[in-house]
């Protein structure tokens, strides 16, 4: 016996929007290795939404992948891909000091990466928004 499982894109989707929130909120108050941080994951999860939205699974944290394994119909524009692809490098070294040559993460980043960081994501944000709305 087959058993439905419940949508859970919404869920997901909320939480992309919440960790955004953090970004922009991280951004502002200067901790721009956790908006860097936040950012990504908030790429990730709605990402992860849209997946599941379409009924797929969809594992894993590189954004840019997931954004490629969208299916043909919903495939997400190159320059968003790379646009992933820059939030991906920020899964690790934003928050391990032993993925810097030297200094903590927070020494390596300032507003020049968390303002593009936010950014990304935001279109990233606004790209699975209107792919989920598609009838």
Known sequence: MLVAMPDRSG??????????AQA??????GRH????FA?????EKAVKALHLHLGQEAWGHVVA????QLP?????PPELIEKGRVLDT??????????????????????????????????????VRAQMARP
């Open 33 to 36: 290795e956790w908006a860097c």
């Open 72 to 76: 043909a119909e919903t495939s997400a």
């Open 11 to 20: 869920d997901w989707l909320r939480q992309a929007e919440r960790d955004l």
């Open 39 to 43: 950012a990504q994951q908030a790429a």
């Open 90 to 127: 920020f899964y690790i070294p934003a928050r391990y000091p032993n993925s810097h040559a030297e200094g903590a993460p927070f020494e390596h980043y300032g507003p020049l990466q968390s303002e593009e960081a936010v950014r990304y994501a935001g279109e990233i944000l606004e790209f």
């Open 24 to 29: 922009e909120d991280s951004r502002r108050a």
């Open 65 to 68: 992948r997931l954004l490629a």
